[in-house]
C-alpha cells in the first residue's frame, strides 16, 4: 500500500479555471449539451464516486450559483496552468475536508467520464502508486487523476519556488500508475475544446 493512501475519502475536483479561448471565452462547463450544462452532465457521473465536489474556478463564483458547490479559485495568479487548480484543490481539501485525503479531478469540458474513474484510482494507490492519471485507447490524460493531499506543500513549492507547469514532470516525481479505459465507443475523457468537439458531443450523446 502507498505510504499515502491513509484515508478513504476522496474530494472531487473540476477544473474549470481555463480561460477557453478556443470556444471564444467564458465557462465552457456552462455550455449547453442535450439542454443542459456540460457542468450538469459531470456531475451525474461524478459527484456519486466522491465525497464532496468541488468547483476550481475563477472570477464571480455566483455564476454557478444553481449547482450549490463550493468554487475555488485558483490560489497561485496568473493562470498558470492545470497544476494551479490541482494545487487549489489539494489547499482547499486540507483546510476544509480534512477527513478526506485524496483529490480526484476531472476537466470542466468532458461530460462522458467513467463511473468507475475513482474506484479504479482508489485500487492503484492501495496498490503501491502515489499519483494516478488517466489514459484512453493508450493515450494520457494527465490532468484526470488521483492526488494526496499531503503532498500540497511539495506542488506548492514546484510551483512558485521552481515555476514548474507542465503536469507530466512534476508527476514523474513520485510512484505514478496510469489506469487506462478504452476509448470505443465513446471516449469516455473527451472534452470539447472547440464549437466542433462540442457538436460531436451532441452526436455522442444521442447514440445513448
Given at each position: 500500500m502507498?505510504a499515502?493512501?491513509?484515508?478513504?475519502?476522496v474530494?472531487?475536483l473540476?477544473?474549470?479555471?481555463?480561460?477557453?479561448?478556443?470556444?471564444?471565452g467564458g465557462?465552457?462547463?456552462?455550455?449547453?449539451?442535450a439542454?443542459?450544462?456540460?457542468l450538469?452532465?459531470?456531475?451525474?457521473?461524478?459527484a456519486?464516486q466522491v465525497?464532496r465536489?468541488?468547483?476550481?474556478?475563477?472570477?464571480?463564483?455566483?455564476?454557478f450559483?444553481?449547482?450549490?458547490?463550493?468554487?475555488a479559485?485558483?490560489?497561485i495568479?496568473?493562470?498558470?496552468?492545470?497544476?494551479?487548480?490541482?494545487?487549489?484543490g489539494?489547499?482547499w481539501?486540507?483546510?476544509h475536508?480534512?477527513?478526506?485525503?485524496?483529490?480526484?479531478?476531472v476537466p470542466?469540458?468532458?461530460?462522458?467520464?467513467?463511473?468507475?474513474?475513482?474506484?479504479?484510482?482508489?485500487a492503484?494507490?492501495?496498490?503501491?502508486a502515489?499519483?494516478?492519471?488517466a489514459s484512453?485507447?493508450?493515450?494520457?490524460n494527465p490532468?484526470?487523476?488521483?492526488?494526496?493531499?499531503?503532498l500540497?506543500g511539495?506542488?506548492r513549492?514546484?510551483l512558485v519556488?521552481?515555476?514548474?507547469?507542465?503536469?507530466?514532470?512534476?508527476t514523474?516525481?513520485?510512484?505514478?500508475?496510469?489506469v487506462d479505459?478504452p476509448?470505443?465507443?465513446?471516449?469516455?475523457?473527451f472534452?470539447a475544446?472547440?464549437p466542433?468537439?462540442?457538436?460531436?458531443?451532441?452526436r455522442l450523446?444521442?447514440?445513448?
Amino acid at each position: 500500500m502507498s505510504a499515502l493512501a491513509g484515508g478513504t475519502g476522496v474530494l472531487g475536483l473540476i477544473l474549470g479555471g481555463g480561460q477557453a479561448t478556443r470556444m471564444g471565452g467564458g465557462d465552457k462547463c456552462l455550455l449547453p449539451l442535450a439542454g443542459r450544462p456540460i457542468l450538469a452532465h459531470i456531475l451525474d457521473r461524478f459527484a456519486p464516486q466522491v465525497a464532496r465536489v468541488v468547483l476550481n474556478a475563477n472570477g464571480d463564483a455566483a455564476r454557478f450559483a444553481a449547482f450549490g458547490l463550493p468554487v475555488a479559485g485558483d490560489v497561485i495568479e496568473g493562470y498558470p496552468g492545470p497544476l494551479a487548480g490541482v494545487l487549489t484543490g489539494l489547499e482547499w481539501a486540507r483546510d476544509h475536508a480534512p477527513g478526506l485525503a485524496w483529490v480526484a479531478t476531472v476537466p470542466g469540458d468532458g461530460p462522458f467520464l467513467p463511473l468507475d474513474l475513482v474506484a479504479r484510482f482508489r485500487a492503484a494507490a492501495d496498490a503501491g502508486a502515489e499519483l494516478v492519471a488517466a489514459s484512453s485507447g493508450g493515450n494520457s490524460n494527465p490532468v484526470i487523476g488521483l492526488w494526496p493531499v499531503a503532498l500540497a506543500g511539495d506542488l506548492r513549492r514546484a510551483l512558485v519556488e521552481e515555476g514548474l507547469r507542465k503536469v507530466d514532470r512534476w508527476t514523474a516525481r513520485y510512484r505514478l500508475a496510469t489506469v487506462d479505459w478504452p476509448d470505443r465507443p465513446v471516449d469516455p475523457f473527451f472534452n470539447a475544446n472547440t464549437p466542433e468537439d462540442l457538436a460531436e458531443a451532441e452526436r455522442l450523446l444521442a447514440l445513448g
